[in-house]
């Protein structure tokens, strides 16, 4: 497949791409920094609970 073509075929697609306005991409971006936070939170509460049982055995 000729490289032209394939970014030819690229551009056409990405033409037919709906991107979302901007009040969906601010709901988006709010969406994912709460569940990365929320995440980051969850493991870290339970690093410090294994953390905190690791040192009462040994």
């Not at 709906?18 to 709460?34: A, D, F, H, M, N």
Request: no cysteine.
């Amino acid at each position: 497949m000729n490289l032209m073509k394939f970014f030819k075929n690229v551009s056409r697609e990405m033409k037919k791409v709906s991107w979302p306005k901007g009040r969906e991409l601010t709901s988006y971006t709010i969406t994912v920094i709460t569940t990365v936070a929320f995440v980051a939170v969850f493991f870290a509460i339970i690093d410090m609970g294994i953390s905190q049982l690791l040192n009462l055995l040994f």
